[in-house]
Every structure is written in C-alpha cells, then in structure tokens.
C-alpha cells in the first residue's frame, strides 16, 4: 500500500477542509474523493460544505456523483434535509417531490438496520399533509399504514419503537380493525425482531468508518473481512424467510455497503458478479464486472473472469474487446494475455485466427519461450498437427536455446512422439550450449531418459558425464565423480517404488551430506539432514546438501552452582532475628542489601503473604511438588479482607530447616525435651487431621489424589513419630511442625 492510501494524511485533510472557506475546500474534497471514491463520510462533509453557503445547484451535482454508491444512513438523511429545504415552500408541488424523495431512500437504505429514523421521519412527514377533505384523510391513513407495514418487517434498530407506534396507530383509528391487522403483522414482527437480534450480532463487527484501502494483510483488515463474509452469508440464508425478490434485494444492498469498505478486494467484486449470474441476471453481473474493473483496472483475474461470462452467454465481440483491453498499447502486453487470447481465438473463430495471432504475437518484445509451447501443444492435442508442433518448437529453439524450461518442454513433446533419436540430439544441442549451473535439471531429464529408454552402456556414460559436468560447480570436484550407492538407487527405482527402505534412503542421504562436508569446518556436524528429509525422485535420492546453520551454544564456564544458603555480602554472616526476619537474596534485593521477610511480605496479598510464609525453604529450583502441596493443604489460609492491609502472619522466629536437613535421620531429633511436648505433638496431629477431613472435597481430580495421600500420610504419623524415624510424616511432626502449622 502507498502513501496514497495513509488513512492518517487523508484525515488530516478532511479537518483542514472543515476549517477553510467553499473555495479552499473542494480540491481539498476532489482530492480526498478521487483516492477514497465510497468514503460516505467525506462525501457528507462536501456536500454540507455546499449547502452551508446554500449551493444547490453544486450539491445537486455531488449527490448525483455519490448517493447510489454510498448507502450509508447519514449522508442519505442529508439528501433528505436538501430536499426538504429546496420544496419546503413549493406547496402541493413540493410535498410530491419530498415524497418521491422519501420512496427513492426506502427503496436504496430501507433495508438498511439503521434505517428505523428514516422510517420514523417518513410517517411523521405523511401524518403532517394537510387533509381538507375526509376522502384525503382516508388516503392519507391508508399511506401511513402501508409505510408503517412496511417498517415493522424491516429488522431495524426502532423496529419495537415502530410496532409500539403501528398499534396506537391502529387503535386510534378503528379498534375493531386494529385488531385483526395487529393479529396478522404479529407473527411477522415477531420475525423481523428474532432476525434483528441475530443480525445486530454481525453488523456490530463492522467498522463503519473504515476507509477503503487496498489490502495489506493487516488483522484488523482480515477481521472486517471476515465480519462482512459472516454478513453476507446470514443474508443470503434468508433467516426471515421472506419472498425471493425482497431478500436478494437485502443482499445486493449488503453487497454494496460491503464495496464501499473493501474496495479494493477483487475477491469480492467476483463473488457480487458471480451471485448475480447464478441467481439469473446476467446483465447485473455484466454492470458489476464493469464497476469492478473501474475500481481494479490493474486486475487481470477480473478481466479473465469478466470475458469469460460474456463468452459463455455468447456475446464473442464483447469478450474479444474485454481481451484486447489486457493488451493496452501492445508494449505491456504480458506472456500470459497471449497466450490466452490465443486460445480464446481458437474456441471462437478457429485454427487460422489463432494462427495469425501466433505469427504476430512472436514480434512482441514480451514474448516468452511460454507463448511458442503454449501453442505447440495446442496445435499438436487439438489440431493433431505434430508436424506443426515441431515447426514451431524448433523455431522457438534458435530463439530460447538458453532456456532449460523450454528444453525440458520440447523434450516432453518428443517423448510423445516416441523419438528417441531426436531426444537424444536435443539434449547434446542443449547441454553444450548451457552453462554447468543452469544445466542441472537437463542433465537429471537426460538421465532419467537413459536409465528409462536406454541400455546399461549408454546410462553409465550419461551419468558420469553429468557428475563430471556438475562437478565444476563445486569445491568438491574429486567427491562428485565417485560412484555411490545413491547412483544404484536412481537406476534402479521407478515412480515410487524403491529398491530400499526408507531408514535406507535416510543413512544415505545422511551419508552424502558428510561425504560433500567432509572437509569443511563445522561446529556440529550431526545437525545435518534430519530424518525424512529426502527428495524421493524418478532421478534418485536428493538430499539436502545445504549446511546447516551455525548453532550458538552457552557458555558454561560462566555457570555457578544454584545453592539459596549462599547470601552475598555481610548479611550472610547476619543470624536470624527474633522478629522472624530471614536473610533473602533474589528477585527482590538485586544485589543490595537483603530485604527482611517481613518486609516482602507486607507488599503481597494477605492470602498469598500466608501462602509463601508455610512455604519451606527449598535446596535448588525444583523442590518436590508432593511436599509442597501436601504443606498447602494444611495451611489455613486466611480470607481475603477486601482491604489493602497486611495480615497478620504468625511468623517463626528462625528459618525453616532445608531439604537438605531432610536427608538425615540423624538430624530429626528433637533439641528441646520440655516435658510434655510429645502430648503437644500429637494433639496437634490430631487437629490437623481433624482440618483436612473436614473440607469438602476439591472438584480438581490432581487435588483429591493429593489429598487422600496426605491422608494415608497422616494417620502414620503417629507411629513414625514414636520410632523416630527419618521418614516425610515425621519430618512434618518433627522440628517442621512450627513452620508449617
């Protein structure tokens, strides 16, 4: 996307076009609207310029210029206050001409969801007519009614407002009558309000002040793209189920709302012309291809499509004038369009136009070795004239001998023909005219047709020249003219049959990777060609003979050991104090002094400060996730108080023995022997146990097997305390049963 399309600038412009006089201000607008032809909002800001100095006659001309391709509510309600104010003074002449006015909006916008003031402002203008007599008034209702039946089908925004009003309407009319024409429009409304619902949902997708840019692959231009697509499909399933006429006429008017944001988007021009065509109306897509290649004059998809639709209905002179359009003046012509047009001249008016077409097309500076194969195929499987074919592949030759593409496709048409012998001559004319590193695909062709069509004798010969010809591509000359296990393989495999098996033809192209890098430096030579990778050809194994990329690796003699007891500075020499504050070096401290726990503590939430105080302290970054779960299921975790606070923690004086004092049995016994102590001990196990069988059961799977081991774990506590062993339910009834209570 150019600068052309900076949506920034082009927003800039339409402020400085607010602020400066008419005359400042329309190249301004000219300029804003030749780049963003569909852009509603600038389209209004022009024409409110013009009516602010009251220019009708210039805001009559902008309207024309943009209301049929801009079907935005607030530029139409615009159109609608013009006219309101040009006929307001008319008298009957100007209230027909407001009323035609209102008709050609509902008949473009109606549908629109937004539309339900204009409904609104449509029966409000009908119910203010004068009526002088009872037969005027009786016409006059009977307008109002038809529009008010009318809007209340329409899933809009106000579709409730207006239901509301058509029964006060009714009612204030007839009540008899109100009630059978409210019995038969309810059923109706019912659906128009259920399809409103569901179309809110996708039309709230849209950016409606989205600029039509060409598309950049942005998400949010993706995101639009899917929202309209979303769009479009909801219309066109009908989900009201109202008469075919009415609904493709919601869906040709979400079409064109859908234009004026993408634009740009050739898929949709196509999609819009193509639904018309199969829903009958040829002619409407004929205008749509038209409009489209307006837009996108630069879209040859288009131009192909768009000639086609006409071919296919049989219209051959406007398809042909659609095909000359791809050629301009002749110098730009492409490749591609001749080929085409050839073609198209052949299905249409025979073998000798597309034979004059051929002779003229070769003088053009753009034709390519593609347009001579193009149509000596076509002479050939059409015509059945493989003399013609062959004329024009070796006139073709003297011009593109440089070119393996072209070599490779006359060698295909003489495989056809059965020729060996002008195979055979046509790759020695080729391959020693061709330098070695545009030779490689002819030489794997030449190969193959000898290990398919020729005898053992001339099949080594071809492949040792190859090897000796490709060999002065590379730095390892001597390595390509050795014979290989891989040259037994391309002879003797056919289609996708081979002679190994895959773990075979993986070793081996492993195998002539090392070979091709055997003498070249290189950091990790078992990164080479992974598993699968190989080429499985008709001509062999091709590996990938690429290097691999340099891999950076760590340095690991700047690696330490992670050991948490080891706290830089003086403060490891600091012992513990009786406020409970633990020396800590981490995340926290970053080299300073260390930070009390306390300290940290206070900065977290209540709930999780209580959380990290049960925590143990931990050797190394993997502690063991049973023991940590099994300290959080026996935590009481206070509530959340709602309050910025701290909690208070009863916090231990001391910090808590490390897995590594776990390790010892010899470390687990007891320092105080106050006397009563083991009665504490086991009372307190109790109570814990009593805590964990009292909470309800956690829905989490992981967490109830958790906690039916703690249980197990529990009830042996007991019976491992006693015995004093080293084992995980003592060291929690040990010297751990005050940090993690």
């Not at 002449?93 to 402002?121: C, H």
Request: charged share 25%; proline share 6%.
């Amino acid at each position: 996307m150019t600068d052309k399309y900076n949506v920034e600038a082009a927003e800039i412009l339409a402020n400085e076009a607010l602020r400066s006089p008419i005359s400042g201000a329309v190249p301004i607008y000219e300029q804003l609207l030749s780049t963003f032809p569909t852009a509603a909002k600038y389209w209004k800001q022009y024409v409110e310029a013009h009516m602010a100095v009251n220019n009708d006659d210039a805001t009559k001309q902008i309207f024309s210029r943009c209301l049929l391709n801009c079907l935005q509510i607030p530029l139409w309600r615009c159109y609608i206050r013009f006219i309101r104010k040009v006929n307001d003074k008319r008298g009957n002449e100007g209230q027909e001409e407001t009323r035609k006015a209102f008709d050609f909006m509902l008949n473009y916008v109606g549908a629109d969801i937004a539309s339900g003031p204009v409904w609104m402002e449509y029966i409000a203008f009908l119910r203010s007519l004068p009526a002088p007599t009872a037969q005027e008034e009786s016409q006059r209702m009977t307008s109002v009614r038809k529009i008010y039946q009318r809007a209340i089908v329409t899933p809009t925004h106000h579709v409730e407002q207006l239901w509301r009003d058509y029964e006060n309407f009714e009612n204030s009319i007839s009540r008899a009558l109100a009630k059978g024409l409210v019995s038969e429009y309810q059923p109706k409304y019912n659906s128009a309000r259920a399809v409103y619902r569901e179309r809110k949902k996708y039309t709230d997708e849209i950016d409606w002040n989205m600029l039509a840019i060409p598309p950049s692959g942005s998400s949010k231009e993706e995101m639009q793209w899917m929202a309209w697509k979303k769009l479009l499909a909801f219309e066109k399933a009908n989900p009201q189920r109202i008469d075919s006429a009415s609904a493709n006429k919601r869906i040709v008017f979400t079409y064109e709302q859908c234009l004026m944001f993408l634009y740009h988007y050739p898929d949709i021009w196509y999609e819009y012309a193509t639904w018309h065509a199969k829903a009958g109306s040829v002619d409407s897509a004929i205008k749509v291809f038209q409009r489209a290649l307006k837009a996108l004059p630069d879209s040859e998809m288009l131009r192909y499509a768009y000639a086609e639709l006409e071919e296919s209905r049989g219209a051959i002179q406007a398809a042909k004038k659609v095909y000359e359009s791809l050629f301009g003046d002749g110098s730009n012509a492409s490749a591609l369009s001749h080929i085409q047009f050839i073609r198209f001249l052949r299905r249409s008016e025979g073998v000798e136009a597309a034979r004059k077409y051929f002779v003229d097309a070769r003088k053009s500076p753009n034709c390519t070795y593609h347009v001579y194969v193009a149509y000596a195929m076509m002479a050939f499987c059409l015509d059945k004239d493989a003399k013609m074919a062959h004329n024009v592949f070796e006139a073709g030759l003297k011009r593109f001998m440089h070119e393996p593409g072209y070599i490779l496709e006359y060698a295909d048409f003489l495989y056809r023909l059965n020729d060996d012998r002008n195979i055979r001559a046509l790759f020695e004319r080729a391959l020693s005219s061709l330098p070695p590193e545009e030779s490689v695909e002819v030489w794997k062709k030449f190969t193959q047709f000898e290990q398919t069509y020729g005898d053992l004798a001339s099949m080594l010969k071809v492949e040792q020249r190859r090897k000796e010809a490709l060999s002065r591509t590379g730095d390892d000359g001597a390595s390509e003219l050795e014979s290989s296990l891989h040259d037994v393989v391309s002879r003797y495999s056919f289609m996708d049959l081979w002679p190994c098996s895959s773990n075979d033809l993986d070793h081996l192209a492993r195998q002539e990777w090392l070979a091709r890098n055997i003498n070249k430096k290189t950091d990790k030579p078992t990164l080479g060609i992974e598993a699968g990778s190989e080429d499985k050809t008709t001509s062999g194994v091709s590996s990938n003979t690429n290097p691999p990329a340099k891999v950076v690796y760590p340095d690991t003699s700047k690696m330490t050991v992670y050991d948490p007891r080891q706290i830089p500075g003086p403060a490891a020499l600091a012992a513990p104090s009786a406020s409970g504050t633990l020396p800590y070096s981490g995340p926290f401290s970053s080299n300073g002094p260390p930070i009390a726990l306390n300290d940290i503590l206070k900065s977290l939430p209540p709930a999780f400060a209580a959380f990290v105080a049960n925590l143990p302290a931990v050797e190394g970054p993997s502690p063991d996730a049973d023991f940590v779960i099994s300290v959080c299921l026996q935590s009481n975790i206070p509530a959340a108080t709602g309050k910025s606070g701290t909690a208070s923690l009863p916090l231990q004086s001391g910090a808590a023995p490390s897995t590594s004092d776990l390790s010892d049995s010899s470390k687990f016994r007891p320092r105080d022997r106050q006397p009563g102590k083991r009665k504490d001990m086991d009372r307190q196990e109790d109570d814990e146990s009593t805590t964990m069988q009292s909470q309800p059961l956690p829905r989490d799977l992981f967490k109830i097997r958790q906690l039916q081991k703690n249980r197990v774990t529990n009830s042996s506590r007991v019976t491992s305390s006693y015995t004093g062993s080293a084992s995980y339910g003592s060291a929690l009834s040990g010297d751990l049963s005050g940090s993690t209570s």
